[in-house]
């Protein structure tokens, strides 16, 4: 199992900026696709972003794309989520996943390992 930590959150206005961080621990990281997947209470958890074990290939939701980057680092066991021009609807609870060969993957089931999640809050 991974454990995984998320830190980050907060409350920002529409058009600015957050950087999401999750710290790994546990089994080998390098070993995992990694995702970030959002919340919001009544819906399901949706897929944001992914990386590859060794971070050279990513994808993104198309709601996302050209405003978030998915980067992670092996050697600190850390992925993170670069979030630029924020929307309202960009709001809910972040969280960071980890699985085996579950890149390309977007349903949360391909995931194995959650952290508790952050929350993002995008204000008009």
């Known amino acids: 199992q991974v454990r995984l930590v998320e830190s980050g959150g907060g409350l920002v206005q529409a058009g600015g900026s957050l950087r999401l961080s999750c710290a790994a621990s546990g089994r080998t990281f390098s070993n995992y696709d990694m995702g970030w997947f959002r919340q919001v209470p009544g819906k399901e958890r949706e897929f944001v972003a992914g990386t590859s074990r060794t971070g050279g290939l990513k994808n993104y939701a198309d709601s996302v794309k050209g405003r978030f980057t998915i980067s992670r680092d092996n050697a600190k066991n850390t992925v993170d989520l670069q979030m630029n021009s924020l929307k309202p609807e960009d709001t809910g609870v972040y969280y960071c996943?980890?699985?085996?060969?579950?890149?390309?993957?977007?349903?949360?089931?391909?995931?194995?390992?959650w952290g508790q999640g952050t929350q993002v809050t995008v204000s008009s």
């Open positions: 996943a980890a699985g085996v060969s579950a890149y390309g993957r977007t349903r949360y089931s391909a995931y194995s390992d």
